[in-house]
């Protein structure tokens, strides 16, 4: 199942992936929507690099494409250090419970905007 963000609406959407055997997992609104095998297994993230949302690179670090972009908003990004439980994604989606993450936890303070991008105040699970 794809998932789908052309709605219009907030979805709360999460990505796991484990090192040791490439297993990743993707969800919509606590909702598993694709898993598999494989993905990089074995190739740790190492500390010191850039994380970039919402543009695709055509190598690293650099030559994008404008007309590769994400439009819309984003909200409320949190990255852990270990996967999550399925429990644990459909209780962030539903708003039961809101977990920080343990390697990024978004905040206004940490997040620089590039490219003409603006800041909105945002209220999660409204």
Same mark, same amino acid.
């Given at each position: 199942?794809? /998932? ?21 997992? %993707?969800?919509?609104?606590? =909702?598993?929507?694709?898993? $598999? ?5 074995? +190739?740790?993230?190492?500390? &010191?690099?850039?994380? /970039? ?7 690293? &670090? ?9 439009? $819309?908003?984003? %909200? ?9 439980? %399925?429990?644990? /994604?459909?209780?962030?989606?539903? #708003?039961?419970? +809101?977990?920080? $993450?343990? =390697? ?11 490219? $003409? ?7 999660? #699970?409204?």
């Amino acid at each position: 199942m794809p /998932i789908i963000l052309t709605d219009g609406k907030w979805h709360h959407v999460c990505m796991t992936w484990a090192t040791r055997d490439g297993q990743w997992e %993707a969800y919509q609104d606590g =909702v598993k929507k694709g898993s $598999g095998q494989n993905l990089s297994a074995w +190739h740790p993230i190492r500390p &010191g690099g850039v994380f /970039i949302m919402g543009q695709e690179q055509d190598m690293m &670090g650099g030559r994008f494409d404008v007309t590769q972009s994400f439009v $819309g908003d984003m %909200a409320d990004l949190q990255l852990w250090s270990r996967v999550l439980t %399925a429990s644990e /994604i459909h209780s962030q989606a539903s #708003c039961e419970v +809101h977990l920080a $993450g343990d =390697v990024v936890s978004w905040s206004e303070e940490t997040v620089e905007l590039h490219g $003409g991008l603006t800041k909105s105040p945002f209220v999660p #699970c409204h």
